[in-house]
């Protein structure tokens, strides 16, 4: 399922064209921060790069990285159902994870959230099963779980409130002998250690470029949310609309029954995760309805409490799960068939014709200046490393200058200013200094431009062409 259309051509993020031209850039020999501009941890494009090199560069090599690490969320669910509420459990939460459409959409999507996710929740599920053991086998578990968390941490840092829950999960022993202070002190000692050496062995690689990654990861986004805090009541309502439904309702059931049953389990997964996520999702700023998928981990493993062994409603527990499964295949059905009509859009015609564009009046192998990157590697085009990323964000917290773009452009391997998405439009004067080194060539309407380098003698030039859609 995750496979299927999993290469179609079109933009389902902006930011997947900021990432489709950072592996791009990263085939090329540059380096994350130190050449490539890049706002989040490295962990994700580190990983992801290998398997962009080895199915071939393109889209559905770069997409297929999500869906190697969504498979490991699977992992997450299956040891946190089996966890909590044995194997009837850890197929009910699998099922979920499985059925669920912001999960399969994230899997599918070049983005670094569904990566994150995936981790933390083997993080948890690996807490979670560490506390039934006792002796070196929980040490290392727990250190696994460690290392698991910071690995996710790596990859976004959207997903820190899992840190909560894994910390209390190693606290809160079952086993007798896991009781016992020593055994406490070396399982918080493993997991300590496996967050601090996974850590360290993702940070290192880039401690020569760290004033630079600091100040993209950390000072661009406290940047924005200085300049636009959050919005409370939007973010409320967006929350609020994602959990009315059958998913979260299933997972106050599960937690129902386990506050029924005196299960502090329900403490570290609805206290410590469901809450504290939620609270930094209404907290974050800008908020996006993909970032909601960090509340499918929580969710899905309190919905498998209710069909927990001995539960009093087990079979209502039970039911429950089918009907949200069945409504998620619904809903994944769903999603692919509007996933499909999108490559017929208005906006993907349109930047298909930026691409033929492209491909038509530069030159082969040279690079772009464009404020849509996935235009550009759909094209077989490059941009300069460090305007991979030219996001509102980084325009708005003053990272992304008019002078900064001019440099590119005045790079001898750049060969023409692709204005597509109204972002690089956002720098004020940025057109009339352009015009200096540069000439329009297509106007493809609503400020959405193809300019190229004058006196080039690649194509046909001398005019000014407008697209079908601007002539209408």
């Known amino acids: 399922m995750l496979l299927h259309q999993l290469g179609l051509a079109h933009a389902r993020d902006y930011d997947e064209g900021v990432y489709w031209e950072s592996l791009r850039a990263m085939h090329a020999g540059h380096v994350l921060y130190r050449d490539i501009y890049s706002s989040q941890p490295p962990l994700f494009l580190a990983a992801a790069h290998p398997m962009f090199e080895a199915f071939g560069g393109g889209l ?45 959409q994230m899997s599918q999507t070049l983005q670094a959230e569904a990566s994150a996710v995936a981790l933390s929740w083997c993080a948890v599920g690996m807490v979670l099963a560490a506390r039934s053991l006792s002796g070196a086998g929980r040490t290392m578990v727990a250190a696994l779980a460690g290392a698991a968390i910071a690995a996710a941490l790596l990859c976004k840092l959207l997903v820190i409130a899992t840190i909560a829950p894994v910390l209390l999960g190693v606290a809160m022993p079952v086993a007798a002998a896991s009781r016992r202070p020593r055994a406490l002190a070396f399982a918080v000692l493993g997991c300590s250690l496996g967050f601090g050496v996974a850590l360290a062995l993702g940070v290192l690689p880039y401690i020569e470029d760290g004033s630079a990654a600091w100040r993209q ?59 504290l996520t939620l609270v930094e999702l209404a907290l974050l700023a800008p908020l996006f309805p993909h970032h909601l998928v960090a509340l499918v981990p929580p969710l899905v493993s309190l919905a498998a409490l209710g069909v927990a062994p001995g539960a009093q409603y087990g079979r209502i527990g039970a039911g429950l799960v089918g009907i949200c499964a069945v409504l998620g295949v619904v809903g994944c059905v769903t999603y692919f068939v509007r996933d499909a009509r999108l490559e017929s859009a208005p906006e993907t015609l349109a930047m298909r014709a930026a691409v033929l564009g492209v491909d038509r009046l530069t030159v082969a192998g040279s690079r772009i200046v464009t404020d849509d990157q996935f235009a550009a590697a759909l094209a077989d085009r490059d941009t300069p490393p460090w305007l991979v990323d030219t996001s509102f964000a980084r325009i708005h917290s003053g990272q992304l200058t008019r002078t900064e773009v001019l440099a590119g452009a005045g790079e001898p391997t750049v060969d023409g200013i692709l204005l597509f998405s109204n972002r690089l439009a956002a720098l004020m004067g940025l057109r009339a200094s352009l015009a200096e080194r540069y000439a329009l060539r297509i106007d493809f309407g609503g400020g959405r431009e193809l300019w190229t380098r004058r006196g080039a003698s690649r194509g046909p030039r001398s005019r000014v062409f407008r697209s079908s859609a601007s002539r209408r």
């Open 60 to 104: 559905f090599a770069a997409r297929f990285s999500c869906v190697a690490f969504s498979l490991a969320g699977l992992l997450g669910a299956y040891l946190t159902g089996r966890a909590l509420a044995g194997p009837w459990g850890a197929a009910a939460a699998m099922l979920l994870a499985a059925t669920s459409v912001a999960y399969v």
């Open 217 to 275: 990861v950390v000072l661009l986004h406290a940047g924005v949310a200085n300049g636009a805090p959050a919005s409370f009541g939007a973010n409320a309502a967006l929350l609020a609309r994602n959990l009315v439904g059958p998913l979260p309702f299933a997972a106050l059931f599960g937690a129902t029954i386990a506050v029924q049953n005196g299960d502090r389990r329900v403490v570290v997964l609805l206290g410590a995760w469901c809450l």
